[in-house]
Nanobody, 115 residues
Framework: QVQLVESGGGLVQAGGSLRLSCVVS????????MGWYRQAPGKQRELVAT????ITNYGDFVKGRFTISRDKNTVHLQMNSLKPEDTAVYYC????????????WGKGTLVTVSS
């Protein structure tokens, strides 16, 4: 019913920037919340940033380096001052009102930050 497709991951040097995007498609009546999570090898998935009704929330480790934004069915994550510890698979998440209420995830995009 709903698909999330991420883009924008890749390899970047420490101190560099990347911009992730995620497009939600399918049967969509509305999208409540959107966000980004990440999972590094051997670690649990953690919250990066969420946006709901214009209100944003960030993981403690972000410390002003990342900015989440939304444009209709697309959510972006601008990541600046990247560190090697930011290396992870980044997943898009959206709470979508489709035929029912669906908590949907993308397949992830890999971000690698070299030192």
């Amino acid at each position: 019913q709903v698909q999330l497709v991420e883009s924008g991951g890749g390899l970047v040097q420490a101190g560099g920037s990347l911009r992730l995007s995620c497009v939600v498609s399918g049967i969509i009546r509305s999208i409540d919340d959107m966000g980004w999570y990440r999972q590094a090898p051997g670690k649990q998935r953690e919250l990066v940033a969420t946006i709901s009704g214009g209100i944003t929330n960030y993981g403690d480790f972000v410390k002003g380096r990342f900015t989440i934004s939304r444009d209709k069915n697309t959510v972006h994550l601008q990541m600046n001052s990247l560190k090697p510890e930011d290396t992870a698979v980044y997943y898009c998440n959206a709470l979508v009102r489709s035929l029912g209420l669906i908590n949907s995830w993308g397949k992830g995009t890999l971000v690698t930050v070299s030192s």
